[in-house]
């Protein structure tokens, strides 16, 4: 069963290159401050620090009820902060719908804001999340909204990464090699080195599960024409 545990680190993030001068100071902080407690927090220490990152992203989105961007950043913020949790937290899950009852608000608004990182972020939630009666996880609309995500930003770390990730919940490991070499030599984040730094973490180890597996395929291939 796939659990809501496995969505720690990943959201991603919404993985768009933003230029801090093209979004409010308000959603700069949100943005910075997730990259320091995903990627350099831990246990009680990150959970509490999610917490107060929820509470302050609340407080932006009230105070920008137009910016597309704020409600995305409360979203993955969220989503985030559901990963951080215990699988048998049932909090996990209302803080996994609510961020999706962001992204989906988010569309409404503007569907390409942060290269179309809503995409990306409802794409990761129904591929992570468990399916009926448990959760909302579905694979197929898993893939047709990160390839929507894609068809906006084909170039950007953070859907070339996710869609990488969910091919190889998928196991085709071919494929998600390719899209995994496309988010290494994605155009580097000036503004986000914390959030690239982590991301290029997260490349590199699916790079070696994914050729572990490709050469243990082949091998067996091998065996058997013997």
Same mark, same amino acid.
């Given at each position: 069963?796939k659990?809501l545990? @496995?969505?720690? *680190? @990943?959201?991603i993030?919404v993985?768009?290159?933003?230029?801090?001068a093209?979004?409010?100071?308000?959603?700069? +902080?949100?943005?910075?401050?997730?990259?320091?407690? #995903? $990627?350099l927090l831990?246990?009680?220490? +990150?959970?509490?620090?999610?917490? +107060?990152?929820?509470?302050?992203?609340?407080n932006i989105v009230?105070?920008n009820?137009?910016s597309?961007?704020?409600?995305?950043w409360?979203?993955?913020?969220?989503?985030?902060?559901? *990963?951080?949790?215990s699988?048998i937290?049932?909090?996990?899950?209302?803080?996994?719908k609510?961020?999706? =009852?962001?992204?989906?608000?988010?569309?409404?608004?503007?569907?390409?804001?942060l290269q179309?990182s809503?995409?990306? #972020?409802? *794409?990761?939630?129904?591929?992570?999340? /468990?399916?009926w /009666?448990?959760?909302?996880?579905?694979?197929?609309?898993?893939?047709?909204?990160?390839?929507? =995500?894609?068809?906006?930003?084909s170039? *950007?770390?953070? #859907? #070339?990464?996710? $869609?990488?990730?969910?091919?190889?919940? &998928?196991?085709?490991f =071919?494929?998600?090699? %390719?899209?995994?070499?496309?988010?290494?030599?994605a /155009?580097?984040?000036?503004?986000? /080195?914390?959030?690239?730094?982590?991301? &290029? +973490?997260?490349i590199?180890? =699916?790079?070696?599960?994914?050729?572990?597996?490709l050469?243990a395929? %082949? %091998?067996?291939?091998?065996?058997d024409?013997?």
């Open positions: 069963m659990i545990s @496995i969505l720690s *680190g @990943i959201l993030l993985s768009s290159t933003i230029i801090l093209e979004v409010s100071a308000d959603v700069a +902080q949100l943005q910075t401050r997730w990259a320091e407690v #995903n $990627y831990k246990d009680k220490e +990150q959970k509490l620090a999610f917490e +107060q990152l929820v509470a302050q992203a609340e009230l105070a009820t137009d597309t961007e704020a409600l995305i409360r979203g993955v913020i969220k989503a985030s902060f559901a *990963g951080a949790k699988a937290d049932f909090s996990a899950m209302s803080l996994a609510s961020a999706k =009852a962001d992204f989906e608000k988010a569309l409404t608004m503007d569907e390409k804001a179309g809503s995409y990306t #972020n409802l *794409g990761v939630l129904y591929y992570k999340v /468990p399916g /009666p448990i959760g909302f996880g579905d694979d197929d609309k898993a893939k047709a909204f990160l390839q929507k =995500a894609l068809a906006i930003d170039v *950007g770390i953070e #859907n #070339n990464y996710f $869609y990488a990730d969910y091919l190889i919940d &998928q196991r085709k =071919a494929e998600a090699e %390719n899209y995994l070499l496309k988010a290494q030599n /155009p580097q984040r000036i503004d986000r /080195p914390a959030s690239d730094k982590g991301r &290029q +973490q997260e590199a180890g =699916a790079l070696d599960s994914v050729r572990y597996q050469k395929k %082949n %091998n067996a291939s091998i065996t024409r013997r």
